[in-house]
């Protein structure tokens, strides 16, 4: 069935590691984006791509990189230069550009 | 700068009741209005979309509203059910998408 997904859904590193989130999508939607969400605070945009090989600077993206070589896929990399890592970072994807976003499930990072 | 501010912060109500949620927003230009509802862990999921000739839409016990003259959106959710205890996000699109911070809502047997 369609949807949107991410793996893994529980991640746990090490301080200074980096750490690639894992998010798919075959809804053929064109745009696809990463949010961060942390306790109490709204989603903030990291990272997002509205076509393959293209992608933009959300509000948050230091410390984080992104790619877009498949239309199915945009993982996220959380590097050691982000300062404050663990948080819920959720996925999403959009059709046309009136249309809803589709949310993964979520992963919950936890850097030790 | 484009902003959704939605309130209350956090809200509990007993099983049953009835609550309104708020929504203020200040994008432009504008074209919709989204309400979204998130699981706690979980990813949020869409309950309603309004227009911008739309004042009121219904999905099953939640009523959203729209005034786009005072740019006001409410959420009423009728018969409260403990299913109902999530974050309901006010999402309204530019160039990006501008999300609101969300309603806390607890309901209590």
């Known amino acids: 069935d369609g949807g949107i997904t991410q793996s893994p859904k529980y991640l746990f590193r090490k301080e200074g590691q980096n750490v690639t989130l894992s998010c798919e999508q075959n809804?053929?939607?064109?745009?696809m984006y990463w949010y961060r969400q942390d306790p109490g605070q709204g989603l903030r945009l990291i990272y997002y791509?509205?076509?393959?090989?293209?992608?933009q600077k959300g509000d948050i993206a230091e410390g984080y990189s992104v790619s877009r070589e498949k239309k199915e896929s945009f993982p996220l990399t959380v590097t050691s230069a982000q300062k404050n890592p663990t948080a819920f970072y959720l996925c999403?994807?959009?059709?046309?550009?009136?249309?809803?976003?589709?949310f993964g499930p979520g992963t919950r990072l936890t850097v030790l | 700068k484009n902003q959704v501010e939605q309130s209350p912060q956090s809200l509990i109500i007993l099983e049953g009741k009835n609550c309104t949620l708020q929504?203020?927003?200040?994008?432009?230009?504008?074209?919709?209005l989204r309400w979204y509802k998130q699981d706690t862990g979980r990813g949020p999921v869409s309950l309603t979309i309004?227009?911008?000739?739309?004042n009121t839409k219904s999905n099953g016990r939640y009523t959203a509203t729209l005034d786009a003259d005072t740019k006001q959106s409410s959420l009423h959710i009728t018969a409260s059910q403990l299913s109902d205890s999530a974050s309901y996000i006010c999402?309204?699109?530019?160039?990006?998408?501008?999300f609101g911070k969300g309603t806390r809502l607890h309901i209590l047997p």
């Open positions: 999403a994807s959009k059709g046309a550009p009136a249309d809803e976003q589709f």
């Open positions: 809804l053929n939607h064109d745009a």
């Open positions: 791509s509205q076509i393959v090989n293209d992608f």
């Open positions: 929504c203020n927003y200040t994008v432009s230009p504008f074209s919709n």
């Open positions: 309004m227009t911008f000739s739309e």
């Open positions: 999402v309204a699109p530019d160039d990006k998408i501008i």
